[in-house]
Each structure stands twice: as C-alpha cells, then as structure tokens.
C-alpha cells in the first residue's frame, strides 16, 4: 500500500493560488488512478479531481473546472494540485488517494470515493 504525505496547504485570500502536493512511497505509475478530494465541516469528502496515470486523462468537479489543475512528476513520485482563482467555498481539509488498478471510465467519471488509503491531508483556508 503506498504511503501518501499531503503538504502546500495554507491561508489565502480569494484570487489567490496555492499548489498542494502528494509525496509519494512509490513511483506514480505504479497506481493507475490518482486523485485529490476535500472534506468541509457537515459535509461528505468530494472528489475535486481525478488522474488516469496511464493515459493522461482527468476529472474535474464543475466547482473547480477551469481553476484547478491536477498533474504528476514522476521523477518525484509526487501529484500535485494547482489552485487558481481560490474562493472561500475551496476552504478544507485536501486529501489525495491512489489506486492501483481503478483504470477509465471509473477512475475520470467523478464517482470514485478514494479508497481506504488517505494521508492526513492539508489545510486550505480562503478568505474573503
């Protein structure tokens, strides 16, 4: 099971930009399904977006399209999830998940739930 460490997180006001980071045990590749969810108080965890490592392919929440982007270094076995445009409903605690055989449809459809295997996640915090 890979070990994931959520980092970059942090206070910002709204326009602004943060970049999350999941480091990983292990080579990106080795997980065929990479995503970032985030959890708000009285809320479920959301998936806010998903990466197919095989081909490339993303998922991204209607709240986020077009402001977060989701990518791989797989020379740092790390994911990562650049924020633009930040509003205060982006304020959560971020979490990234892996999943080692979840390929398309089901990994880019915005139904995956992540999994068992979470890291602590990060804080980001958007003020207005």
């Known amino acids: 099971e890979v070990h994931l460490v959520e980092s970059g997180g942090g206070s910002v006001q709204a326009g602004g930009s943060l970049r999350l980071s999941c480091a990983a045990s292990?080579?990106?590749?080795?997980?065929?399904?990479w995503g970032w969810f985030r959890q708000t108080p009285g809320k479920e965890r959301e998936g806010v977006a998903t990466?197919?490592?095989?081909?490339?392919?993303?998922y991204y929440a209607d709240s986020v399209q077009g402001r977060f982007t989701i990518s791989q270094d797989s020379a740092e076995n790390t994911v990562y999830l650049q924020m633009n445009s930040l509003k205060p409903e982006d304020t959560g605690i971020y979490y990234c998940?892996?999943?080692?055989?979840?390929?398309?449809?089901?990994?880019?459809?915005?139904?995956?739930?992540?999994?068992?295997?979470w890291g602590r996640g990060t804080q980001v915090t958007v003020s207005s």
């Open positions: 998940a892996a999943d080692r055989f979840l390929t398309p449809p089901s990994c880019i459809d915005g139904r995956w739930h992540g999994g068992n295997n």
């Open positions: 990466l197919n490592t095989g081909g490339g392919s993303t």
């Open positions: 292990e080579s990106t590749y080795n997980n065929n399904c």
